[in-house]
């Protein structure tokens, strides 16, 4: 579809956009507030950023949510790409209709499930609750992400240059590392974004998982939040979106510079 | 050949077991507890069972096991049935709100030009990737009594007192049409966008109006990113808690933060479980539809 956009077309788009945007657009102008009234204008000031660097507790639970994060992402990347790989590639396998549903289910499944189950599981195998359980639950549910975004580069791929490389002798895991992975990186890139974002933005399954002495973002401004607003808030709020703003059109835009080179040496290697 | 069909065995099976210790087994465990009752005790519930006590022990314990916490939450007296209907009602209020507002969204995205395509997409999912939490909270300042949106409204002189819209489920309907905006919109437009704009040609060629194209041609054709969408937004919905929590109002009744309550406040994990095993129950059924529709869509091309 291909067409001039009607009048309809249009307000739709700008009124969406418009319902999509305000809110975080009016979050941020209010961060730089000078009163402590959230809703009161009363000047521009960066006073409530300077506050931030200060509360220490919020700079801690910045820095876990950052580890946690860090090491979910990285995990579950590994994980999700398997099982992705295996999705995709493996065929039938007994047992494979238990394996995709425990794929799918997660995506869908309401945190505070998740989130109990986990916190039960521990309990049951008495495993110390703090950091390393709330990454744990992570990666379970995060790995879920991955393999779908990788998934769907998967079945979209010519296989007949795995089926090439394999019939030239490479060995399947060297075949993976130089031909497959190259191909699919820019949806393993976006897989372990998505990780990484998932678990910074998680609430309610670390809520869960956590024991004492871990405590994340989110359940700090969570806490805080229920005491009402505050421009604090708004500025923790307002580094954090800035954060994930540079960084994803930033890694658009390395991904889409890569895509356009890739094509141009394919339409080179078929014309030499 | 053997190497490779080790290696191909430790593919399946590193993610397999991953998810069967931390996602199957702990549905097993929730299950087993609901079955139980509360103690004060570490942990807090009876009966636990032990291995190295042996089978008689254990066998007494499977004895002790009971439906007693299905009985409590399942009974009128209590709040928790009222809690799963709620639920229900507002997740589907909300998924076809979300329907109304993304379908306009996701069509005008489908039919602008191609080099403009990316852009649109990119601004869809942006918010998607900032945090849920911060959005909702966002929310907060825009609908409270002294908020902004009530500021707007008298400066415009539309009011004259303030609109009461935070704490109420009108504000529970806005946060969740919000936030799973996004899981909306994507579904759909990669239905719409793999449609074939002849098909709407030859459609108007024959005489057929565009209101009637839409509902012959374009809407049968976006189906199934209307089920992706309804369910990706329908089955998290019924057990949101953030978003009723911090939106809704004392009255605003939703199973994910009765269960929460039951959990935090009341401490006890047996009839939070069976809470949770019950709404699992209840979502069970658009869990697997979903299931089908997302393998279908990944694999079945």
Not at chain 1, 90 to 110: C, D, E, H, K, Q
Not at chain 2, 128 to 141: D, E, H, K, N, P
Request: net charge neutral; proline share 5%.
């Amino acid at each position: 579809m291909d067409r001039k956009l009607s009048w309809f077309n249009v307000t739709s788009l700008v009124l969406g956009f418009a319902f999509l945007y305000l809110p975080i657009v009016l979050l941020v102008i209010y961060s730089f507030n000078a009163s402590r009234l959230v809703t009161v204008w009363a000047g521009f000031s960066t006073h409530w950023y300077g506050e931030l660097l200060r509360n220490e507790q919020l700079l801690d639970a910045a820095w876990v949510t950052l580890r946690v994060a860090f090491i979910t992402a990285c995990v579950a990347t590994v994980l999700g790409t398997m099982a992705a790989i295996t999705l995709t590639r493996y065929g039938r396998f007994y047992g494979r209709t238990l394996f995709s549903g425990m794929i799918y289910a997660p995506l869908v499944m309401p945190d505070v499930i998740t989130g109990l189950s986990l916190l039960l599981l521990f309990v049951a195998v008495n495993f110390d609750r703090g950091f390393w359980t709330i990454t744990l639950a992570h990666i379970t549910f995060t790995m879920c992400f991955v393999c779908v975004v990788v998934q769907s580069r998967l079945v979209t791929f010519d296989r007949s240059l795995e089926e090439a490389a394999l019939d030239l002798g490479c060995p399947p895991l060297k075949t993976f590392f130089v031909v497959t992975l190259p191909i699919i990186l820019p949806a393993v890139v976006s897989g372990w974004m998505l990780a990484f974002t998932l678990s910074l933005d998680d609430l309610v399954i670390a809520s869960f998982t956590t024991g004492p002495g871990a405590t994340t973002l989110p359940m700090r401004i969570y806490s805080q939040v229920r005491l009402g607003v505050t421009p604090e808030i708004n500025a923790v709020c307002t580094i954090l979106i800035g954060i994930v703003t540079v960084v994803v059109i930033g890694a658009s835009i390395i991904t889409k510079r890569q895509e356009v080179e890739r094509q141009k040496a394919e339409r080179l290697a078929a014309a030499g | 050949m053997a190497a490779k069909a080790k290696g191909r065995w430790l593919v399946v099976a590193v993610p397999y077991l991953w998810l069967l210790a931390l996602f199957l087994v702990p549905f097993l465990i929730v299950f087993k507890i609901s079955l139980s009752q509360d103690a004060i005790a570490q942990p807090p519930y009876f009966p636990t069972f032990a291995l190295s006590e042996g089978w008689a022990a254990i066998k007494e314990s499977l004895g002790e096991l009971s439906f007693e916490n299905y009985g409590y939450v399942l009974s009128w007296d209590n709040e928790f049935i009222e809690a799963y209907g709620s639920s229900l009602v507002i997740a589907g209020i909300s998924t076809v709100l979300l329907l109304l507002v993304g379908y306009p969204i996701a069509y005008a995205m489908a039919r602008s030009s191609k080099a403009l395509r990316p852009t649109l997409l990119m601004l869809v999912i942006l918010p998607f990737w900032t945090s849920f939490l911060i959005r909702v909270y966002a929310w907060i300042g825009i609908l409270s009594p002294e908020g902004l949106l009530n500021q707007f409204l008298f400066f415009l002189g539309v009011i004259d007192h303030p609109l009461e819209i935070l704490a109420t489920d009108t504000a529970v309907y806005i946060g969740i049409v919000y936030s799973y905006l996004p899981f909306m919109i994507l579904p759909l437009y990669s239905a719409l966008e793999k449609m074939d704009d002849t098909l709407l040609e030859a459609a108007a060629d024959l005489g057929c109006t565009p209101f009637a194209a839409f509902w012959k041609i374009t809407w049968p054709l976006s189906l199934p990113g209307v089920f992706a969408g309804c369910l990706l937004c329908f089955i998290p919905a019924v057990g949101e808690f953030v978003i009723p929590d911090l939106l809704g109002g004392s009255d605003t009744l939703m199973i994910g933060k009765v269960l929460w309550t039951e959990f935090s406040v009341n401490r006890s994990w047996t009839v939070s479980s069976a809470v949770a095993v019950l709404l699992l129950l209840v979502l069970v059924v658009p869990i697997v539809l979903y299931q089908n529709v997302q393998q279908r869509e990944v694999e079945g091309r």
